[in-house]
């Protein structure tokens, strides 16, 4: 791992590393244990509902049924960013026994429900919803201005703000964009000990490769392919883990992308770690790209935004990518990662203190969150395994519960938070 190695004299002062001297040579993990360790580190991200919101989706839902068979996407509605992460660091807190960082992408946060101040959830393996509170979550940073290359100046002077991020989404027009890196990290505080995911070195990734992409598909961002209709309020999530082989790789483009694999990766999967073989965190997902010319995106994914999943499909115009292969000019179906390497690069550079661990997890910590898989199953070259083990039975429910207590809670005598079905927290 001589790369990870060549960057640690380089951030000894702001950052505590995991020594990797003597690191042997490691056992390749079979899909089962590296689902053990996705199940264990993987959260899912998401704003919180208000009841306003809630009907603004439901009106949007709407009028996708009007708009079904068309390849034009539905006017612009509300829309509810729903993405996955990662546990990359564990420190203590202040208000609860540990504070975590989660790396996810900064196209997971959009820039309205950072300006109103929405607080954040992030659900951990416990199934408990953590909350980032309101005052919080705004980083203070100006999209996409703050974010443009001319001005990638230090990013972050205060570094107890609970989110960093690197890059923003925003809109041209009605296409969404990412100005900058499409990196991101949140901060959340709890009483439990979760487990932390494992760095590895992303530059030892090569084409061939095979490497593990683990999040939380949104099904409410894709058609039923039984009927062709848009799927509508879905409210059981079911974590995923996909096995993929490494397409290509290449330079960062202008969001950081440069890892390609198989594209099984599905909506609501970005920001998702990619470990490799040895179970060690190599890149974040966050972009798939359908090039080929009888394929419009539209097409292909229903979301209550205007055809857009988080996984970018149209985040990026085809032909951005700056390099030698260029896949996004080429008749193909590809998904995206950046890599690890990247972000200990970018926090290098903006001085952001984290401590990682590189250190496999050891066979104890994988046997005690270990599902078997079925052999026919592993056997598969390339594969998908929708965790039963790891379900968000009611998604809406879940985040309403957690939410209505915190905001009644947080806030200030005479305020009123209204949230989800219907319900009104108000001083009458």
Known sequence: MSSIQYLVPKIIGGILLSSLVGTPALAKLTPAQINSIARQTTVLISPGLTQERLRELANNRREYIIYKGSINPAPDGAKWTVGSGVIIDKKRGKKHNYKYKVLTVAHN????????????????????????????????????????????????????????????????????KVEGFDLAVISFESDEEYTVAPLGDSSQIKKGDKVY???????????????????????????????????????????????????????????????????????????????????????????????????????????????????????TLSSFAQSVNLFIKLITQENIPLSFSTQPLTPEVIEADFTPISDNIIQQDIGVFDDPDDVIENIYEKFRLHFVESAIKSQPSGACWSLLLGENFCDD
């Open 213 to 331: 992409v683990s999040g939380w598909p949104n099904p409410e961002e894709e058609y039923n392919p039984e009927d062709g209709k848009c799927r509508g309020k879905v409210q059981r999530r079911e974590r995923r883990l996909v096995w993929v082989r490494v397409t290509d790789k290449i330079e960062p483009d202008k969001n950081g992308y440069s890892i390609i694999y198989t594209p099984l990766t599905r909506p609501g999967m970005s920001g998702g770690p990619v470990f490799d073989e040895n179970g060690l965190l190599v890149g974040v997902h966050g972009k798939k790209v359908d090039s080929r010319e009888k394929n419009n995106n539209e097409e292909n994914y229903c979301s209550v935004k205007g055809g857009n999943s988080l996984e970018s499909e149209n985040i990026n115009n085809p032909g951005e990518v700056t390099s030698n292969s260029n896949p996004e000019n080429s008749d």
């Open 109 to 176: 946060f959009d820039v309205e429900d950072l300006e109103r101040k929405i607080p954040y959830g992030i659900r951990t393996r416990d199934n408990k919803v953590n909350l980032v509170e309101e005052e919080k979550i705004n980083d203070r940073k100006e999209c996409p201005k703050d974010f443009e290359e001319t001005q990638f100046t230090p990013l972050i002077r205060r570094t107890n703000r609970f989110l960093i991020r690197f890059g923003c989404k925003f809109k041209e027009g009605k296409i969404p």
